[in-house]
C-alpha cells in the first residue's frame, strides 16, 4: 500500500506471520537511482501500520532511536565519556560492560527493563563493590539514553545492589575435606571442580569465565582472571594434582569458548552453578557452612603454610602489589609460578 510521496509504505509480507504489516522509508537513493529503504516496524493490522505512519510523519524521530541496541550506545556513549575521565575510570567501566554485560548487548535499549539489570546483577556472583560498578554503568548509560530520547523511564534507579557485606569469616578446607572431595570426583560431576578453585586460588566467576583458547596444558598455564588489574588475564599455573581434572574438560570441550560448560553445552552463571551444583556437593559431601570462595582462601592457607615465595602467590591470586611492576610474564616468571604451585 502506496501513501503519498514522501510519506512511507505500507507492505504486506507473505507467509503466516503474527505482524505482516511492514512499514518503511525511503532513506536515500543509491548512485543508480535506487531506494535505500529504513523500517518503521511491524504490525498485526494495516490499521495500526497507517496509525504509526502517521504518527511518525506527523512528528518525525530518528528510526535509529527505535533499534539502537545496549552495544551501541555503549559505544557512543564512552566514544564521548572517555574523553573527559581518568584511564581508572575507563577500566572501571569497560571490565563491568565487557565482564558482566554480555546477555544485554543485542537487545534494543528501549526494550531494557529492570528485571534484565537485576539479572546481571544477580548472575554477576560478584562482591558489592562489582555490583555497584556495574551499576553505576547502567546509570550513566541510562542517563545517556534519557538526554537523547531513546527511552522515557530510566530503569536503572531500581536496580538494588544489596547491602555492603560486612567481614565474612572465611572457612579454608581442611586437609581430610580436601581428601573426601578428591575421593568423590569420579561419584559426583562438577566435584573436580572445587578441588581446581583449591588449586589455582580461582575466583568461581573467574574459573566458569576461563576460556580454551587460553589454556595450555603442556606449558602448564592458563589465562584467566579479572575484577582487578592485577587479577586481569593472569598467569594461572596448573598444579599437577589437578591437570588431569583440566585437561579432562579441556578434550571435552575443546571445540567449545569455555572450559566449563554445563550439560547443554552453554556457560555457567555464578547463580546456576551455586545453585546447581555447590549446593548439591556440599550438602552429598555433608560439609557444613563452606562458601565457593573459601576455596580461594584455602588456597592462599595451603601457599602460605608451603612457605611458597609470596610474590609468587600474589602473581598468582592477582593482587595488586607494589613489587609487581608490571604484567609482563617471562618464561623464568612461568618457571616460578609453576615450581610455587607444585608444593601445595
Known amino acids: 500500500m502506496k501513501m503519498a510521496n514522501g510519506t512511507g509504505s505500507i507492505i504486506k509480507l507473505k507467509g503466516n506471520r503474527r505482524r505482516p504489516y511492514q512499514v518503511r522509508l525511503t532513506k536515500g537513493f543509491t548512485d543508480e537511482g535506487k531506494q535505500i529503504f529504513m523500517y518503521l516496524g511491524y504490525y498485526e493490522t494495516q490499521q495500526k501500520a497507517m496509525i504509526a505512519l502517521s504518527e511518525y510523519n506527523s512528528s518525525p524521530y530518528d528510526i535509529t532511536r527505535e533499534t539502537i541496541t545496549f552495544e551501541r550506545v555503549y559505544q557512543l556513549w564512552s566514544k564521548e565519556h572517555f574523553k573527559k575521565v581518568s584511564d581508572s575510570s575507563i577500566e572501571r567501566y569497560s571490565n563491568a560492560y565487557r565482564k558482566y554485560c554480555k546477555p544485554l548487548y543485542k537487545m534494543r535499549f528501549k526494550d531494557i527493563r529492570l528485571s534484565h539489570l537485576q539479572g546481571v546483577i544477580d548472575d554477576s556472583g560478584m562482591a558489592h563493590p562489582t555490583r555497584a560498578s556495574i551499576k553505576t554503568l547502567f546509570n550513566v548509560l541510562f542517563a545517556y539514553a534519557m538526554k537523547n530520547d531513546i527511552v522515557e523511564k530510566n530503569y536503572s534507579q531500581y536496580v538494588d545492589v544489596g547491602q555492603r557485606e560486612g567481614k565474612i569469616n572465611r572457612k579454608p578446607f581442611t586437609q581430610e575435606e580436601i ?57 594461572i599455573p596448573i598444579n599437577k594434582k589437578i591437570e588431569p581434572f583440566i585437561r579432562k574438560y579441556y578434550e571435552q570441550n575443546k571445540d567449545k569458548e569455555y572450559l566449563i560448560i554445563n550439560s547443554l553445552g552453554r556457560p555457567f552463571t555464578y547463580s546456576n552453578y551455586r545453585r546447581e551444583k555447590w549446593d548439591n556437593m556440599m550438602e552429598k559431601l555433608e560439609f557444613e557452612g563452606h562458601r565457593p570462595h573459601d576455596c580461594r582462601h ?47
Do not use: C, W
Open 298 to 344: 584455602t588456597f592462599a592457607t595451603l601457599m602460605d603454610n608451603a612457605n611458597a615465595n609470596k610474590l609468587s602467590i600474589k602473581r598468582i591470586m592477582g593482587h595488586a602489589s607494589p613489587d609487581i611492576t608490571d604484567k609482563v610474564y617471562t618464561h623464568k616468571t612461568i618457571e616460578d609460578l609453576i615450581e610455587a604451585i607444585d608444593l601445595i
Open 179 to 235: 581428601q573426601k572431595i578428591f575421593n568423590n570426583v569420579d561419584k559426583i560431576d562438577y566435584m573436580d571442580t572445587i578441588l581446581i578453585m583449591i588449586y589455582t586460588g580461582l575466583r568461581v566467576g573467574e574459573l566458569l569465565d576461563l576460556k580454551i583458547k587460553n589454556i595450555h596444558l603442556d606449558e602448564r598455564y592458563m589465562i584467566g582472571g579479572f575484577k582487578t588489574e592485577a587479577g586481569t588475564n593472569r598467569i
